[in-house]
């Protein structure tokens, strides 16, 4: 939903809870759009669960009092910051249940006062965020609620899974322990009956999902940060490399301003490069990121994974020369 209907949504609200009477051509006065729009923001709201409906007595839209809870009392950054995150930073992740993040935010935009509502409303006009690439996630709701009622419930979940490093789909019995939303995906964490250890599942390569009336005891050894460790991304290999690599000009100072890894160290040369070190456990998930910078990065250390980038860079050389030659 743009600002400027976010905006006028918020007015209708107001308007609806006022008590006065308003039809649809006092709305759509009011508003400065047509009667059409105004059904059609009307429908939107009942689409959200607000309960907006035409008394025929009095003539009149209304929303019901008592559907919008009191909220405690917020200062402008308070109320922006989670409007901010309702209505911007909802659609810059797959976030689950955006309809009740929508009508939540509803519910607090009604009961703000009205110098906070023109503060927060003008100031979202003037702030945007840039949507980043997002994997697609069909059933995103339906997959994360029951992934996260069986993690509360200790419950086991059959799985039917689409291996990228098998290239095959996997079945198998998974207790998951966690939730994690992270490189523009969310992923299940937990064990699963093939190898009893613990793996990182993609919710989008979950092709069937039941779930199952068999439980699993509390996993006392598993803790997300020590899985995790110092894995580039989330997928520890068991092994710490020292990295060592060489940002040319053009990219260091881009590279540096972000903290990728914990263990980052930066030092700048005299040319502008910049050579930038982390420790990380394993080499698979960093060799991606290394090559997402073509030809302004080197591999300094170590020679490994200086030898996994040269391979898959030169597979990419015979790849596109072969295309070329068709």
Not at 2 to 12: D, Q, Y
Not at 94 to 109: G, M, V
Not at 145 to 168: C, G
Request: positive net charge.
């Amino acid at each position: 939903m743009k600002t400027s209907r976010i905006s006028r949504v918020i007015r209708l609200i107001t308007a609806l809870q006022s008590g006065r009477p308003y039809g649809a051509s006092d709305l759509a006065e009011m508003l400065k759009i047509s009667r059409r729009m105004v059904f059609r923001d009307l429908g939107e709201l009942r689409k959200t669960g607000v309960p907006c409906s035409f008394d025929s007595k009095a003539q009149r839209y209304k929303i019901d009092p008592a559907f919008f809870l009191s909220v405690p009392k917020l200062n402008d950054q308070e109320a922006l910051g989670l409007l901010l995150l309702a209505h911007k930073a909802r659609n810059h992740i797959h976030f689950p249940f955006k309809d009740s993040t929508l009508r939540a935010a509803l519910k607090i935009e009604s009961d703000l006062p009205e110098r906070t509502k023109r503060f927060c409303n003008t100031a979202m006009e003037k702030i945007s965020i840039k949507t980043d690439p997002q994997e697609r996630l069909d059933l995103l709701d339906q997959k994360f609620t029951q992934i996260l009622k069986a993690i509360l419930n200790k419950q086991i979940v059959l799985i039917h899974y689409d291996s990228p490093l098998e290239r095959k789909c996997i079945v198998t019995n998974l207790s998951p322990y966690h939730l994690m939303y992270n490189e523009r995906a969310w992923h299940a964490l937990g064990k699963t009956e093939l190898n009893k250890e613990v793996g990182v599942f993609k919710l989008n390569h979950i092709r069937e999902l039941k779930t199952l009336n068999k439980y699993f005891a509390d996993d006392k050894t598993f803790n997300l940060s020590e899985h995790i460790g110092r894995a580039w991304s989330m997928a520890p290999e068991g092994r710490l490399y020292n990295i060592k690599l060489k940002f040319l000009p053009e990219a260091a100072r881009a590279v540096a301003d972000v903290q990728w890894h914990c263990t980052q160290t930066v030092t700048f040369q005299d040319d502008g490069s910049a050579i930038i070190e982390f420790r990380v456990d394993g080499l698979n998930e960093i060799t991606w990121w290394v090559l997402s910078y073509g030809d302004q990065v080197q591999v300094l250390a170590p020679a490994s994974l200086r030898q996994k980038v040269v391979k898959i860079a030169q597979n990419m050389v015979k790849q596109n020369n072969q295309s070329l030659s068709v």
